[in-house]
């Protein structure tokens, strides 16, 4: 991994690894993250989501698979016929974040922000028990 594309990648496998949840598998993911936690826009997303679309239909759809992209880029989506057709049968996702608390909820499986206030804002966390870890 190098790159701001990057960015939300490394923030999610280090929480991960911080909190000792594993991260849902079969998930590709770009963004930059700016210091308030919003997945930024990056380039050439067409060819990252298409070239996952690739390496996960050799292996084989299985309706679990997706990208996770910033919602700043779904308006450059130009996607070869075969991604959107996959898209609109389920058998491939693409997920539009705008926060990497987003990210977290979906590639740990829960929220990852505490509605209780914290200094009058909302405290991000991920929230283990002993029983979740290294799951």
């Given amino acids: 991994?190098?790159?701001?594309?990057?960015?939300?990648?490394?923030?999610?496998?280090?929480?991960?690894?911080?909190?000792?949840?594993?991260?849902?598998?079969?998930?590709?993911?770009?963004?930059?993250?700016?210091?308030?936690?919003?997945?930024q826009v990056i380039g050439g997303v067409n060819e990252k989501i298409e070239g996952f679309f690739d390496v996960c239909r050799a292996q084989g759809l299985t309706g679990s698979q997706g990208v996770l992209i910033p919602v700043g880029n779904v308006r450059h989506l130009m996607l070869n016929p075969e991604v959107v057709a996959a898209v609109a049968a389920g058998q491939f996702h693409i997920y539009p974040i705008r926060h990497v608390d987003e990210g977290l909820a979906l590639l740990l499986r829960r929220p990852a922000r505490d509605s209780r206030p914290c200094g009058g804002a909302a405290r991000t966390f991920v929230g283990t028990t002993e029983g979740e870890r290294g799951k």
């Fill in 1 to 39: 991994m190098e790159g701001d594309s990057a960015s939300s990648a490394e923030l999610y496998a280090l929480v991960s690894a911080l909190a000792e949840l594993p991260l849902a598998q079969g998930f590709a993911v770009t963004g930059s993250v700016n210091q308030h936690g919003q997945v």
